[in-house]
């Protein structure tokens, strides 16, 4: 989790380590004079580190810097695994939903895996179960152009494969 850190007047030491904004090591200052360089600057002075004695301090545009971590958390969330689940006797019309379902999950660029449960003596019939498999490719692919990057794959309990936006 992030933890937001101490900037400017916020930043309790009386001396500090400064970092300047190209990484250069400006040595261990006064809380006050690191406080009158980040102004001269138009910078913030933001508190790395609180575990070492001086306390090390960077100098960086502090609300710059919210943004891109803001944005490289929205990243990370739009990759996510959706799961789909087919059962063993589902219908021509619930493949069809099925997969338009899919498509908008690939369409937000997330990747999808596709899972068919087997109980019983359903667990005899693969091949059966690898036909709905096939049939939900074919309709997915007259929808959206597709990549198997994991294929189909017969585990304990059933076949699973995961797929991405091709």
């Known amino acids: 989790m992030f933890k937001k850190p101490f900037v400017d007047n916020q930043i309790r030491a009386n001396q500090v380590r400064v970092i300047d904004e190209q ?3 400006l040595g261990i200052l006064n809380l ?3 406080l009158k360089i980040a102004r001269e600057r138009n910078l913030n002075l933001v508190q790395v580190t609180e575990k070492v004695k001086p ?8 609300g710059k810097y919210l943004y891109s971590f803001q944005k490289k958390t929205k990243i990370k969330k739009a ?3 959706k799961t789909i689940r087919l059962g ?3 219908s021509q019309h619930d493949l069809e939903t099925r997969a338009k379902q899919t498509e908008n999950f690939l369409k937000k660029g997330d990747k999808v895996r596709v899972e068919m449960v087997l109980r019983g003596r ?7 179960a690898r ?3 096939k049939q939900f490719l074919e309709f997915l692919e007259k929808l959206i152009p597709i990549k198997t990057e994991r294929e189909l794959k017969r ?3 059933g076949f699973t494969m995961i797929i991405t936006k091709a």
Not at 55 to 60: A, D, E, G, K, S
Not at 122 to 128: N, T, V, Y
């Open 23 to 25: 990484g250069k090591n």
């Open 32 to 34: 006050e004079t690191a």
């Open 55 to 62: 306390p090390v301090c960077r100098l960086m545009d502090y």
């Open 79 to 81: 990759g996510e695994l």
């Open 88 to 90: 063993f006797n589902i």
């Open 122 to 128: 359903e667990k005899a019939l693969g091949d059966f």
């Open 131 to 133: 036909g709905k498999f």
């Open 155 to 157: 585990e304990a309990r």
